[in-house]
């Protein structure tokens, strides 16, 4: 059956009118699949036959889109969370990711990586050498770099190699000088401070000297004194970098999920000084403490004002698994280097502030998200909502952010509260064999990112990328939902693996409805946003192994592509550059 805005008579000249290939809606009828879908000023006109969309859509302007056979068209995927900016610094310095999105297999190659960065343009413009990716389980070493190997890139320079979980760094022997560590700097708050020896009680005044290995708290200020070494030029451009990635990849909303008050203003800026707007619509969550000290600042709201704003805050519980930082209820199956046996990382910040920023996110009607890895971290903020909900009321779309490790109960409880879960899926591929072997161990390895759990009780799921840590690949969002294969070949958890459908619909129509944009995004049908990505292949009827060769063949925003670039098709303009070096912006992944 046949969608239109004005059903019966001719009703105008379409701009265009996608017709060929399949078309998923991402609704829940059981009719058959629309042969045509026309667009008008940016909304979705009509769904239906293409010989009525011809009929009553077709003017001599309209530009006729045919897919090819094998192709999709699917409504615009949706970033449940990432970190725009933060992809555009990926994009920008030294990639120190394994494969298959870099090359680096050990010390050595992460060396020549940070090398021809330094001697790069941007790396000359550049206080520090910094890279971004590295990961300890795929290193040849099996162990993080030291300030000794770095210090074989530069004592000239600072030094700063990025952990790809964004929680962890190494920093030469220059870059702890620069941070004022040394054997007598207590840990501090919420991180840690690597040591060349077993670290003394906190009775004692020398602590050990640094290895260079930084954890958490211990690391943001390496990071936001890198970044903010970088050149204006080359920081300036985090923004539209990172946008031209998400829409290589066929995200047409996007995420800067927990943003300083000063990047607020500078994508406020950026978004105001572009005449049409940004090119793709940018979701701001702030940083909870700052928002709790500027509530006026945040000015949360439902609606856009030129392709950006801002959501609510994010909140941030604990660390990452994969480096072992992240919050445990049961200890890790072996702890890191200086911990003992009983070793369940830690807690970022004590329940009373937690509280505090979870009942300030509901008083002040910010939508609350909060980054919970460890079940110990979920378990916290579980019992924070719980208090704030009996105050406050529900259907807030509070949303728990990765979720690495929530057990059965607290998935329960996320049903109880109204909580959606946000699942980091792709763990499953680059970390599911570290988790096994390493981490967690196989009994609780087999449940991360659980998403079989949610869908069993009706709930409605999202998942992401988290880019930087990982690419912002939608591709790779849907095949490790529904294949769960890790990077050795093996299946991780098959009782976990959800349907094709579900996937697609946890980067579209599930996405939407975690924003309160479910009444203009996420499915195909008239009225609705005239935001698609078209595939190579579908992704519902191909086989699922096959799901992660998929390509992403075109990314259309509001019936204008903004991928592939084309001087002949009608797009946006250029991202005007960010007005300052973007200092302190980077919130934990």
């Known amino acids: 059956m046949s969608q239109e805005v004005s059903p019966g008579a001719r009703s105008g000249d379409a701009d265009i009118i996608f017709s060929g290939g399949s078309i998923v809606t991402v609704t829940d009828e059981k009719s058959a699949a629309p042969e045509a879908v026309a667009v008008e000023d940016g909304r979705i006109v009509f769904v239906g036959d293409l010989s009525q969309a011809r009929a009553k859509w077709q003017g001599p ?3 006729l889109h045919d897919l090819l056979p094998d192709q999709a068209l699917l409504p615009g995927f949706i970033d449940a969370h990432g970190h725009i900016t933060g992809t555009g610094l990926q994009a920008t310095i030294a990639n120190l990711l394994a494969a298959p999105d870099g090359d680096v297999t050990g010390i050595a190659s992460l060396q020549d990586k940070l090398r021809a960065f330094a001697e790069s343009e941007v790396g000359k413009r550049s206080d520090w050498i910094i890279g971004f990716g590295y990961d300890d389980s795929m290193l040849t070493e099996g162990k993080h770099p030291t300030r000794h190997d770095l210090d ?28 004022k560590y040394t054997a007598t700097t207590p840990d501090p708050k919420g991180g ?10 906190e009775s004692e005044p020398v602590y050990g000297e640094p290895n260079g290995v930084l954890e958490e708290t211990a690391f943001n200020p390496a ?3 890198a970044v903010a070494g970088m050149d204006p030029i080359d920081s300036g451009q985090f923004l539209a970098m990172g946008l031209r990635a998400a829409a290589r990849f066929g995200f047409t909303t996007v995420q800067e999920g927990g943003a300083s008050l000063e990047v607020l203003g500078l994508l406020r800026q950026v978004a105001d000084a572009h005449p049409d707007g940004l090119p793709t619509d940018v979701v701001v969550y702030v940083k909870a403490d700052q928002a709790m000290k500027s509530p006026d600042t945040v000015q949360a709201s439902r609606e856009y004002t030129k392709g950006l704003r801002t959501a609510g805050v994010k909140l941030l519980l604990d660390g990452s698994p994969q480096g072992r930082t992240a919050w445990l209820t049961e200890p890790y199956l072996t702890p890191p280097d ?36 460890g079940d110990a971290a979920i378990d916290q903020f579980i019992q924070c909502v719980r208090m704030a909900t009996k105050e406050a009321g529900q259907d807030r779309r509070t949303t728990a952010i990765h979720c690495q490790t929530a057990r059965q109960d607290q998935v329960e409880a996320f049903r109880e509260l109204g909580i959606i879960p946000s ?30 759990w949610a869908v069993d009780r009706g709930m409605v ?31 991780l958890g098959p009782d976990q693996c959800v349907s094709a459908l579900d996937a697609v619909k946890s980067i579209t129509i599930n996405a939407a409805r975690q924003y309160f944009e479910e009444d203009t995004k996420g499915s195909i049908e008239v009225g609705k946003l005239a935001d698609f990505v078209i595939l190579s292949h579908n ?14 063949v075109e990314t259309i925003k509001e019936g204008r592509t903004v991928y592939p670039p084309s001087p002949t098709l009608p797009g946006p303009g250029p991202v005007p550059v960010l007005p300052k070096a973007m200092s302190a912006a980077f919130a934990h992944c």
Do not use: C
């Open 539 to 552: 992704p519902l009827t191909i086989p699922e192994r096959k799901i992660k060769d998929i390509t992403v």
């Open 223 to 225: 990071a936001d004194l």
């Open 152 to 179: 074989a890139v530069s004592t000239e320079k600072p030094v700063l190699a990025i952990h790809q979980s964004f929680h962890l760094g190494a920093v030469n022997s220059l870059g702890l000088e620069r941070l």
């Open 61 to 63: 302007d309209t530009r």
């Open 192 to 201: 840690v401070i690597r040591r060349k020896l077993e670290r003394a009680t």
């Open 461 to 491: 799921y999202t998942s992401h990328h988290d880019a930087p840590v990982a690419l912002p690949n939608s591709i790779a969002i849907l095949s490790s939902q529904v294949t769960r294969v890790t990077r050795s070949g093996s299946v």
């Open 423 to 452: 699942f980091f899926s792709m763990h499953t591929y680059y970390w599911g064999d570290w988790y096994r072997k390493t981490v967690l161990g196989p009994e609780r390895a087999v449940d991360i990112s659980p998403a079989r």
């Open 338 to 373: 200086g911990q003992n046996e009983n070793y369940r990382g830690y807690a970022t910040l004590p329940d009373k502030d937690v509280l505090a920023q979870v009942r300030a996110g509901f008083a002040n009607n910010w939508q609350v998200i909060a980054h919970v890895n």
